[in-house]
């Protein structure tokens, strides 16, 4: 890790001596001796960076686990919906482009739907104005996630009806940590970011599958750097991406929840979920003059198994999911 972080230092530290201390450029008339590009996080002191999240996915849960079969009230299938919005300033309070910066991240608005109903107020809708800092080194890696951590435990604490506390409903946390904790995978993920990217070049990475139910289930992802183009806003990475099922779930991602509990509702019935299936693509462009991410899509279809105590029956759920960010201000520090 040392030494990985020590090669990072050296990049970021020739490119400022050029002049900036963005990442290496690939000018098409006079390109880098291997073609390879840097990736590197930027961030000017009180910059602030305002990006927009959303979340959607419908939810299909076939009782009698197969796609036919006899269709009484009992077994067709049940089919909800949820949705998710949510913009976000990032500001840069102290910037070390040789090392970690201190960024403030503040939610200024925070929109959920569920077509099911439910006996409380969906919790990340009580994010409004709230705000929480963390560092990052100049590759993405966040390394203080400890206020996020906090934030993600009093929201799962609101996940329980006030007077029946160990009965917990369907929220939407999950879909919070998954924009926020995964902030800039992509480029964070790259194994040895100070040797540079060439196109075509893929790399791999986990991603968290939010959902209605309580459950550990991640994706698979691989990363590919698809091309670089030159536009009016810079030189822009093309970073595509593409799913499928993961057996493991680092043990480092969060639990919003703690104790023993029981769901309410659809899944309070159903628990042992086995991740079958998924596939889908996805896409980043990522701007390399100025170190941040102008857009990130992500959609996919996750199938899982399920159980019920004392019925032999394995219900099938599918879940169709989007996540997408996109930047909609850049506020420099001499503007009102």
Request: glycine content about 6%.
């Amino acid at each position: 890790m040392k030494k990985t972080l020590s090669k990072l230092l050296v990049v970021v530290a020739v490119a400022t001596l050029c002049g900036c201390h963005k990442q290496a450029k690939l000018a098409p008339d006079k390109p880098h001796s291997d073609g390879k590009v840097f990736f590197a996080v930027d961030f000017k002191p009180n910059q602030k960076l305002t990006y927009k999240f959303t979340s959607r996915r419908t939810i299909k849960v076939n009782w009698s686990g197969k796609e036919g079969g006899r269709k009484n009230k009992n077994q067709n299938p049940a089919k909800f919906s949820e949705s998710m919005e949510m913009v976000v300033t990032y500001t840069g309070l102290e910037v070390n482009p040789f090392g970690l910066s201190v960024i403030r991240a503040k939610i200024n608005s925070v929109k959920a739907r569920r077509s099911q109903q439910s006996s409380i107020t969906e919790p990340i809708k009580t994010l409004t104005g709230k705000t929480f800092t963390f560092t990052v080194w100049p590759n993405g890696k966040i390394d203080d996630y400890s206020q996020l951590k906090t934030l993600i435990k009093k929201l799962g604490a609101k996940a329980f009806k006030r007077h029946e506390k160990r009965i917990k409903e369907s929220d939407m946390i999950d879909d919070f940590i998954a924009t926020q904790w995964f902030l800039w995978d992509a480029v964070s993920s790259i194994e040895e970011p100070s040797e540079g990217v060439m196109p075509g070049q893929t790399w791999n990475s986990k991603l968290i599958i939010p959902g209605p139910m309580v459950m550990r289930k991640a994706l698979n992802v691989t990363y590919k750097l698809a091309e670089i183009s030159l536009t009016k806003k810079g030189k822009i990475a093309l970073i595509k991406s593409t799913f499928a099922p993961s057996k493991t779930v680092p043990s480092d991602w969060p639990m919003p929840y703690e104790g023993s509990f029981r769901m309410a509702g659809t899944f309070g019935f159903l628990r042992g979920y086995s991740l079958e299936n998924a596939r889908g693509k996805g896409q980043q462009i990522f701007n390399l003059d100025n170190g941040r991410i102008q857009k990130d899509e992500r959609n996919y279809t996750v199938e899982l198994k399920a159980t019920m105590p004392f019925i032999a029956t394995r219900p099938k759920i599918t879940i169709e999911q989007s996540l997408n960010m996109k930047l909609v201000s850049v506020k420099e520090p001499n503007q009102q």
